[in-house]
């Protein structure tokens, strides 16, 4: 008898169990958009407003899109970062002046109350963390969650930006661009014999934080015919950031090192810990370009010209035909309607003098 009731009780849960698991197609699990909505990288479907006069760029990556897309004069807050790129400032004066209403992950709801924005645009922090969150949706305007890791979600981005303010023609400039890019790159890289590929050590911001497995950092390195080191090992995942230790680095032994971040830069090639590198040695440390953001940056919108810069200045026998230069000053001239003068370009290429101080946790 006893086991009679076991048997009830285990096929009673199974029926159960299957009751509830989710049916493949099931009508009320679709989510699809319309002309007047779209699906952001949370799932949720979001409403286009109908007219759209103020934007609360709540993401610096997002800002650098909407500008891009001709509707950066509509923005009136954002985060820090977009007020300390001097080429935006250049395009977008009035950005010196709008609302901050987000600082260190924290949203500050009068401030965004004082934009009075028609649409909002966060991070994926931001929609995770319930008291954030709750601030965003008191306000009852339509928000988009962005997160990208990946070209191909990099790309899905723009093209969402695009459909919400009307921009379509210019999203497809930038993505055609973009492949246009990977297309030159792919080409140049299968030239290029495996056994010449060189082993790199990306640092992203800081020297211990780089480019995990799944990342759009990894992804382009890798496209560029580049072998990130950081994959040998496991990562320590700190929210967005991957970290590794110094100990892993000189185990590694990396024969190029590329930073973003001049501190950084500076640090790697003097702090005496990092001298007994092979990239150190062979003065091959590197730092990367710097336009509107640091290119190669997780949220770079110059991805594309990350690795144009990597098959000229890694593998310079193998790119003679590629111009980095021309296809610098097509980028921002084509996508932002925006000559740079040869004083810029440099500057850019050096990574220098293109951000201002940080003053505030964006």
């Given at each position: 008898?006893?086991?009679?009731?076991?048997?009830?009780?285990?096929?009673?849960?199974?029926?159960?169990?299957?009751?509830?698991?989710?049916?493949?197609?099931?009508?009320?699990?679709?989510?699809?958009?319309?002309?007047?909505?779209?699906?952001?990288?949370?799932?949720?479907?979001?409403?286009?407003?109908?007219?759209?006069?103020?934007?609360?760029?709540?993401?610096?990556?997002?800002?650098?899109?909407?500008?891009?897309?001709?509707?950066?004069?509509?923005?009136?807050?954002?985060?820090?970062?977009?007020?300390?790129?001097?080429?935006?400032?250049?395009?977008?004066?009035?950005?010196?002046?709008?609302?901050?209403?987000?600082?260190?992950?924290?949203?500050?709801?009068?401030?965004?109350?004082?934009?009075?924005?028609?649409?909002?645009?966060?991070?994926?922090?931001?929609?995770?963390?319930?008291?954030?969150?709750?601030?965003?949706?008191?306000?009852?305007?339509?928000?988009?969650?962005?997160?990208?890791?990946?070209?191909?979600?990099?790309?899905?981005?723009?093209?969402?930006?695009?459909?919400?303010?009307?921009?379509?023609?210019?999203?497809?400039?930038?993505?055609?661009?973009?492949?246009?890019?990977?297309?030159?790159?792919?080409?140049?890289?299968?030239?290029?014999?495996?056994?010449?590929?060189?082993?790199?050590?990306?640092?992203?911001?800081?020297?211990?934080?780089?480019?995990?497995?799944?990342?759009?950092?990894?992804?382009?390195?890798?496209?560029?015919?580049?072998?990130?080191?950081?994959?040998?090992?496991?990562?320590?995942?700190?929210?967005?950031?991957?970290?590794?230790?110094?100990?892993?680095?000189?185990?590694?032994?990396?024969?190029?090192?590329?930073?973003?971040?001049?501190?950084?830069?500076?640090?790697?090639?003097?702090?005496?810990?990092?001298?007994?590198?092979?990239?150190?040695?062979?003065?091959?440390?590197?730092?990367?370009?710097?336009?509107?953001?640091?290119?190669?940056?997780?949220?770079?919108?110059?991805?594309?010209?990350?690795?144009?810069?990597?098959?000229?200045?890694?593998?310079?026998?193998?790119?003679?035909?590629?111009?980095?230069?021309?296809?610098?000053?097509?980028?921002?001239?084509?996508?932002?309607?925006?000559e740079l003068t040869d004083e810029q370009i440099n500057n850019i290429l050096a990574g220098v003098d293109m951000r201002?101080?940080?003053?505030?946790?964006?």
């Open positions: 008898m006893k086991k009679n009731r076991i048997l009830i009780v285990f096929i009673s849960i199974l029926i159960f169990l299957t009751s509830c698991a989710p049916i493949e197609n099931q009508e009320a699990a679709r989510v699809e958009e319309s002309e007047d909505t779209v699906i952001d990288f949370a799932g949720r479907l979001v409403e286009i407003p109908e007219e759209i006069d103020s934007i609360a760029a709540l993401y610096t990556v997002v800002g650098h899109v909407i500008i891009m897309l001709d509707e950066g004069d509509k923005i009136t807050a954002s985060s820090n970062g977009l007020k300390r790129d001097k080429l935006i400032l250049n395009m977008e004066p009035h950005i010196e002046d709008i609302y901050l209403p987000k600082s260190g992950g924290v949203v500050n709801i009068e401030e965004l109350l004082n934009s009075e924005p028609d649409m909002i645009f966060v991070d994926m922090p931001i929609y995770w963390n319930k008291d954030e969150l709750e601030k965003i949706e008191k306000i009852g305007v339509p928000y988009y969650v962005l997160e990208f890791n990946s070209m191909e979600e990099q790309k899905d981005l723009v093209r969402d930006v695009g459909k919400i303010l009307n921009r379509k023609e210019e999203a497809d400039e930038y993505i055609d661009l973009y492949d246009e890019i990977i297309e030159l790159t792919q080409k140049t890289v299968d030239n290029i014999p495996e056994d010449e590929r060189i082993r790199v050590y990306h640092s992203i911001n800081e020297a211990v934080r780089t480019s995990a497995e799944g990342t759009i950092t990894n992804q382009w390195l890798e496209m560029s015919g580049l072998v990130n080191v950081a994959q040998e090992d496991d990562l320590r995942q700190d929210e967005d950031k991957y970290l590794t230790s110094l100990e892993d680095i000189l185990k590694w032994n990396p024969e190029v090192i590329l930073t973003n971040e001049p501190a950084t830069y500076d640090y790697i090639k003097v702090q005496d810990n990092f001298q007994s590198l092979d990239a150190v040695i062979n003065d091959k440390v590197h730092l990367l370009p710097t336009g509107i953001s640091r290119w190669g940056h997780s949220t770079s919108i110059e991805t594309p010209l990350a690795m144009l810069w990597v098959l000229k200045n890694i593998y310079p026998e193998y790119s003679e035909d590629v111009d980095l230069i021309g296809y610098t000053r097509r980028f921002y001239r084509e996508l932002f309607d925006y201002k101080a940080k003053d505030l946790e964006e």
